[in-house]
């Protein structure tokens, strides 16, 4: 029995230290058979590393279904002894952590709708306190970082050595191709904040439709992800819960397959060299930029003195847009996107305000 638990045991420490590390499985656990055959049809295509099944589903309205229970645990160990898979779901409360561990389920997630509650958050750290297993935290639904890193640090500090990121995408209530915008400046900006964290992408709730997680899940590897976590089900177009977005154990492999797998660094000192060259280049351009905008800055200091002994207002809102209108058109001339140059220019202009405010203080 101890020889079996080590086992077990090892085998979810070889699957968490997998690069690509790939999570797949059904969005919700429905039925025994649609979960297990599911699982066996994953484990089949040798290419996924862990199996997920939603268990409790947070929904937005009352009324939605909000995933088949507890009672779907002992389905999802079954899976696991079939397939030999690790297995993952997201808990909420303390009483899912301690169902799901009661039912040996082996990585733990906190999902976006749980990460935007410090309180939910800190209930489940709480629950995991001395439980040695691995934990994956979600980003919340809004784009905030330090409620993402809140999460992270309430779980650290209940003990749990073994903490990953999943960047699932940001609620934009904008008109969008994703589901869930993935504003990727974001995640990169947490991934350069915990490099000691491994960060995985879940394209499935960021696109919301099978047809584009090809393309995000490529970009996630092209910007060196730690891994890719995508829902699979036996007949997604009948699934219970976000049908358009899953897709079946096979076309999982495909993907899989067509994906292009690159790699952080290689171990050439030519690679090294040419790449150092180029770097250089781009430190000194850098620092010619700081110049300028420092430049920049100072007349902007001064336009806020002849403001204020004129009593103009800090805010010249024809003579922003004219500018905008120029960098922009004069950007895209030069190979820069207008979406790029709006927001670069929005934070230059904010700087000019802001030092201009400081004159008028004065």
């Known amino acids: 029995m101890q020889a079996a638990a080590q086992s077990a045991k090892q085998a979810v420490q070889d699957a968490w230290a997998k690069r690509p590390l790939i999570i797949s499985g059904p969005c919700s656990a429905e039925t025994e058979e649609q979960l297990v055959s599911t ?15 939603g268990i409790w589903k947070p929904r937005t309205k009352p009324g939605m279904f909000e995933g088949i229970g507890a009672k779907g645990l002992p389905w999802l160990q079954k899976a696991k002894e079939l397939t030999g898979l690790p297995t993952a779901v997201e808990v909420a409360t303390a009483k899912q952590v301690q169902d799901a561990l009661t039912f040996d389920v082996d990585v733990l997630w906190i999902g976006a709708r749980t990460t935007v509650n410090p309180f939910s958050v800190q209930e489940v750290a709480d629950a995991l306190r001395g439980v040695d297993v691995p934990v994956l935290i979600k980003n919340p639904i809004n784009p905030d970082l330090e409620l993402w890193s809140g999460a992270v640090e309430r779980v650290a500090r209940a003990g749990v050595k073994q903490i990953g990121l999943i960047h699932r995408g940001f609620s934009s209530y904008g008109n969008s191709e994703y589901r869930n915008a993935p504003m990727w400046h974001l995640a990169i900006e947490m991934k350069r904040r915990n490099l000691e964290l491994p960060i995985i992408n879940d394209p499935s709730h960021i696109c919301g439709r099978r047809d584009i997680l090809f393309s995000t899940a490529q970009k996630a590897i092209d910007l060196d992800f730690d891994g890719l976590m995508i829902e699979s089900h036996i007949d997604p177009d009948n699934a219970w819960s976000d049908a358009k977005q899953q897709v079946t154990p096979e076309r999982l492999k495909e993907m899989l397959d067509e994906i292009i797998w690159r790699k952080e660094d290689i171990n050439s000192e030519e690679y090294h060299a040419a790449l150092e060259t180029l770097r250089q280049q781009i430190n000194h351009l850098d620092d010619e930029l700081m110049q300028i905008l ?38 895209e001339k030069l190979g820069l996107s207008r979406e790029f140059i709006t927001k670069y220019f929005d934070a230059v202009h904010m700087e000019s305000i802001n030092h201009q405010k400081k004159v008028m203080d004065a």
């Open 294 to 331: 420092s430049q920049r800055m100072k007349i902007a200091d001064k336009i806020g003195a002849y403001k204020k002994e004129n009593n103009i207002t800090i805010l010249q809102t024809n003579r922003w847009n004219e500018i905008l209108e120029r960098v922009a058109d004069n950007g």
């Open 39 to 53: 699982a066996q049809r994953l484990a089949a295509t040798g290419k996924v590393n862990m199996l997920r099944a």
